[in-house]
């Protein structure tokens, strides 16, 4: 699998456990926030992390490491994720995935296998202006609601999460949120934050007011919505 960013050490990306993550190259949609746009966009200027690198540092990590995070870009573009997800659980580690659940066959599958402990799935905005959030002219957001309605389910460990800005997300996006994502286990907003990776330098974040009184609309149908991040 192509690794193109590697971040050794993490108490914050896996709720509770010490965890690295690996970032895969590459991704399905092309959001004008995303911070991490030069492994959307470039992500083939960047070398590769061998096997040999990845697999050494968690064998010389075991008993301290509790996790592996993968993340992106999209890990689910990547043909042989289940393989290398294998390779991961065969060193009796947790594995949670980043999504944008626009695969929900390939993130099902890897439930179904017991390669995936917990999926934290970006919900990007209400399904009525999904594509427009994303960068794309078009998006099929039936398998986005295919995705959300199998996590809810209660399959995995989950979350869902949406990075908001003030040019993207209103507050009638928020109302169709709260009926979308209605009593899903956890939800969090994460506000914008600009840097030099952004695809756009359009976007701009909330302030604290304006989040919590979207948190005010979401708290009416979802028990656990907290801001991320501020």
Request: net charge neutral.
């Amino acid at each position: 699998m192509r690794i193109v960013g590697f971040q050794k050490l993490t108490l914050l990306d896996y709720p509770g456990k010490v965890a690295c993550i690996l970032f895969t190259g590459g991704c399905n949609f092309r959001c004008p926030y995303c911070h991490n746009g030069e492994l959307v966009l470039r992500a083939d200027e960047f070398p590769p992390f061998s096997d040999d690198e990845i697999f050494s540092y968690l064998d010389k990590r075991k008993g301290v490491l509790d996790a592996v995070v993968v993340s992106g870009g999209e890990p689910t573009i990547q043909s042989d994720l289940e393989d290398y997800l294998a390779k991961i659980k065969e060193r009796n580690l947790l594995i949670k995935l980043d999504t944008n659940g626009l695969m929900p066959d390939v993130m099902r599958n890897l439930v179904e296998k017991k390669l995936v402990d917990y999926i934290a799935m970006d919900v990007k905005n209400s399904l009525e202006d999904y594509a427009k959030t994303v960068g794309l002219k078009s998006v099929d957001t039936s398998k986005i609601l295919e995705s959300i309605e199998y996590l809810k389910s209660g399959h995995v460990e989950y979350e869902f999460r949406t990075t908001v800005t003030k040019e993207l997300h209103k507050e009638n996006n928020f109302r169709s949120l709260a009926s979308l994502l209605s009593g899903c286990k956890a939800y969090y907003i994460q506000n914008f934050t600009a840097n030099e990776n952004t695809i756009e330098k359009s976007n701009t974040p909330l302030s604290r007011k304006e989040l919590e009184s979207y948190i005010e609309i979401l708290k009416k149908t979802i028990g656990n919505v907290q801001i991320r991040n501020f």
